[in-house]
């Protein structure tokens, strides 16, 4: 069994820098995590009616209201297997903009074939993800359909018009010696949103499961 992202990619896996295929090798099988240091150059928000939006986000740690430039931040990917027998990789960011951090929780497992993005604490909001690889070696992530889930009753197909579509893009700078990434995240209608870029440096600590303060407190079955 390879990482999610190679299985997802197929293929397109070896055209990822080598470095980038260490950082999204992350797995069980492997048996290694990936723990980032770096710091945002800048977090931008849209104009000032978004920022209620973003507050809500905060509540479950699905967005970050916070703004600033050279805010140091960590990112934290631990393989697990989920209550549901489904390996599933960690991807929490913290931003220490204010004196107590601000924190974006998501996981991330295979289905179907592409890899499923849950986001906050509670896995409220399961997003598919498509993957392409750039020509520099380079790996673009671009959201797509998004469901809701809440209780055992509650799951809709969430209005795109009421949410956002992110792209991340993260390379390696072989020359500086750090990788890059660059999020934004736009409505169709109401523009920008929110967006960071920055740098950060990895280490790959030997792990076959994540420690409890990274995992959701609630898991969703549902894709």
């Known amino acids: 069994m ?112 592409r890899v499923l993005d849950y986001l906050g604490t509670h896995q409220h909001l399961a997003v598919a993800l498509d993957l392409n690889v750039g020509d520099d070696g380079s790996l673009r992530l671009t959201s797509s359909e998004q469901r809701f889930y809440e209780g055992r009753f509650i799951a809709f197909r969430f209005p795109m018009l009421f949410s956002g579509r992110a792209e991340l893009n993260e390379s390696f700078d072989a020359a500086a010696g750090v990788y890059r990434i660059k999020m934004e995240v736009h409505n169709r209608v109401f523009g920008f949103l929110f967006g960071y870029e920055g740098e950060f440096t990895c280490d790959f600590p030997a792990a076959i499961d994540a420690p409890v303060r990274l995992k959701p407190l609630r898991h969703e079955r549902r894709v």
């Open 2 to 113: 390879t990482s999610i992202f190679e299985s997802a990619l197929g293929d397109d896996f070896a055209r990822l820098s080598p470095m980038m295929q260490k950082r999204f090798g992350v797995g069980l099988e492997p048996g290694y995590a990936c723990v980032g240091t770096g710091v945002m150059s800048r977090i931008r928000r849209g104009p000032w009616w978004v920022v209620p939006f973003l507050y809500i986000g905060k509540l479950r740690n699905i967005l970050i209201p916070d703004v600033g430039v050279n805010v140091p931040f960590t990112i934290e990917n631990y393989p697990y297997r989920d209550p549901f027998g489904r390996e599933t990789v960690t991807f929490v960011r913290e931003y220490q903009v204010r004196q107590k951090p601000s924190r974006f929780d998501a996981t991330m497992i295979l289905s179907q074939g």
